[in-house]
């Protein structure tokens, strides 16, 4: 029986690509998913393993972060472009690159009038939630924030942890700090204006996240907790979770680059998880 | 072998409503997620399918949508409020009702510095995508965005279609109308400004769903391509994707309460799905 | 500016249908997951918002269950061809039906070496849960299994429930039961042999499901966890949670069709929430 | 103003683990997600950034690994056990260590009557497809899978591919391969019995994929495609889409350990895309 291989392509897809640019007292940051999709001469690996002609696509996804090191970055048109022409220039054999972009975009965290120089908030995906228990006793309300993206991209370390065998872990005193913010609070006064309460807590809690100089995730939950119970009268708990959504630098020194802080690679799994309740003492 | 009942509890969950509150020129609207969770005296239901004291989950939505009707949801915590004493006093033998609200917030659409008065933008969830397609013969460059929701609460309607003998739907002059766009243009000219070319693309398809009288998803479709076309000179076709997403009217008769236009049901299946190509002629 | 409507296409998407086929002694039952896509004349909607010869989606949704009425369902492609021969016959401005049609196959329980004649579970998504909270004085160890799709298309009835002013559910003697277990038990004994007690609580629980002659979820919710502390003496307590993922009764009487308990819509949201920890007494 | 730390834990949830157990003529695999929660003497890292007893989550994770490496992996509530043991024993200040393991079994695939000594696939999400497109001119139908998770612990290599200076990645003789394998393919004879026809297919690519000495996926794809065109003559072309969803090894070299192609992490992101099309020539 004939066989034609009558379409191929391959390619790398989620590269996950975090970029800073460190102005003086300013950075800017942004986070890109990319695809990219090769057509060209691979029918050989195809039809009878011959990978000669084979990109890795682990190649593919160092391109992206050497590429993204020396890219300005300033839309995600340019460096799309910048990342299909690599291929086609450099590789004859290449006949097609396709690349694909997404950005969620992250927006400039404001204390008063002004903006953050180096602290930033998602638009997407916040909501707000609350819960009644009511029992014969009177109620009990809860409300709260899920699913707040927050990073900052420094005024963040780790360092003096405990070591035995099983670490690995080096000391960080400037990392990129990123987590997922759930928070609930309980009322302790139910004749609360319930919508400038949220408010009140919710400018406590991301302020607090953008200027303490964080010792750890833990340090951090429990200044952004206190603050809240600083701000908001009302309250007399708080519980927070703040996933470590790790960003971790890309080791660019394979290609003859320095990465100075910039370039690093987002990850979802593992992430640590850190959960912790204030109350008024 | 003796088995205890050591714990149940029973309720509703994911019960979506949309309430619009109709001022005099403008327009509210909240679309909430409402959990009921009852406890109370229903062991007899487990213990030998004696159901008689058990409220149907199903009457637990209709009271969400018939409270809905008379309450001015100014907070979503007053809001649960109320769902929680409904239960406590309406039913001697419930121990306590738990109530869940999670709620993204609408955004005003905007006009210049003006809000508009019906329409409104969802702030989660939407990405800026693009695709660069090169080959030997030069570069094809497609941005978008998706996942962007838009609803506006009047300037819609669905009338005049075609039936035969399997059309149950009935005309509707004045209806909600929901979507989740997804949007892709093309660049004929690629030495653009992307981000300002974005921009305007990204207005001009808003503001059109805002201002468009529709007379279908797919009337108002038309209209926000052709607006993007004349915005941006720089691209050549256009894209768009808009699933309808019901809103699905309340009835609210059986409660002796008139829904007019104020109380409705947020479906994501089925959906209505239409897709259009637009393009300079 | 010329603009020209370059592509266009519209349909419904995620009609959900439940097809119970009665046989004597024996049921058959399919769930799939439908879409369509229109082709042909329907530009004037797009231009001018004239909708004369615009089939609505929701039809598309009405012809999906009146078909499955009609129809043996022994193949997904057979169903497929069925449903776009009906728009191309009936609509001579359609120039191009498309189907495409999902489905995740349920798979018959068994009761030793029988095939159960009405009751069936999901194939997909199951997974095993253990958790051990180790403190200094001991481990505690619970074990579970979650996401476990069980249905049965009888033997399952809510009758004689409370009514109150809200309450527009009526009686249902024999209807579709459905639910995602999620089961979670504690061992008393942590020298069992973990997998074959998994194996005998995890048969106790689907089998129990298949022959208990329901009266409500609740009721077999507790059959269910008593038939799970009766088979593995090494647990003293399990908790289950099993939502009511309602399939709900097609009207098929617009379309002169009779709908025996044989064509259902399943729906997700809302659902009901049933919860209950039994425990040796 | 007085705050309390009321509550406080931490951890590192989503740990993804494949152990291999590589016996004679017979290799088993599991794949787990574990999540590890810590209670204890950590306050000072809360509110003075002291942290010189925080046992970092990244260590948690190497301890899952280097565990594995070591445990029988019979059932994972021994395994949970171990780890739960292992923080308590090592660290007097731990009082108490949370594990939770989630696992979906993987199937041994079957040649005939006989299971594959290495050849997996997974039980769960695999979905059935199919897609009729009518036009005047008659139908069209491709029916198809999607979500069917296959993995071999031996039997696939990848080596001798184009090395450039973005090139990192080793040679592999010798590695695990996983896919979520998505395939449609079109009937040229619309009068075949489409079920049987399904079960043909399906058995030529999954065994296929089972004995097939890989050189790549693209190697792999190809043979699995031309296994399907061989064994079912109604169909006339067929698309494969076979993601790279990377084990990769772990280095257990830190911890004293050798790691003979055992343990391994799984990841979804970011992910290799291989697709192609084969067809009758």
Not at 146 to 159: I, P, R
Not at 176 to 194: C, I
Not at 204 to 226: D, I, R
Not at 241 to 258: A, C, Q, T, W, Y
Request: glycine share 8%; net charge negative.
């Amino acid at each position: 029986m004939a066989v034609v291989l009558a379409h191929h392509s391959y390619g790398k897809s989620r590269v996950r690509l975090t970029k800073v640019t460190r102005l003086a007292g300013r950075h800017e940051v942004r986070e890109l998913l990319v695809a990219i999709t090769l057509e060209g001469d691979f029918a050989l690996s195809h039809t009878v393993g011959d990978n000669r002609l084979v990109i890795p696509t682990d190649t593919m996804k160092n391109v992206v972060y050497a590429l993204a090191k020396q890219h300005r970055l300033e839309s995600i048109e340019d460096f799309a472009m910048a990342l299909a022409d690599h291929f086609l220039e450099h590789h004859g054999h290449v006949a097609a690159s396709i690349i694909r972009i997404t950005e969620q975009p992250l927006l400039r965290i404001r204390i008063g009038d002004l903006e953050h120089p180096h602290a930033f908030a998602g638009a997407a995906r916040e909501v707000e939630t609350c819960g009644v228990k009511r029992s014969r006793g009177g109620p009990i309300v809860e409300s709260g924030l899920d699913e707040l993206f927050l990073l900052k991209t420094t005024g963040s370390a780790f360092t003096g942890f405990l070591r035995d065998r099983y670490t690995t872990l080096a000391d960080a005193s400037d990392r990129l700090l990123a987590t997922m913010l759930t928070a609930e609070w309980r009322y302790a006064d139910a004749t609360v204006s319930w919508n400038s309460a949220r408010e009140t807590i919710r400018r406590a809690l991301v302020q607090t996240f953008a200027e303490h100089e964080s010792l750890s995730v833990q340090h951090t939950l429990h200044a952004m907790g206190s603050a809240a119970l600083a701000a908001c009268p009302a309250i007399d708990r708080i519980t927070l979770s703040m996933p470590n959504k790790h960003r971790i630098l890309v080791d660019l020194g394979p290609f003859g680059l320095e990465n100075a802080g910039e370039v690093f690679v987002a990850t979802d799994e593992p992430h640590g998880t850190i959960t912790g309740t204030l109350a008024r003492g």
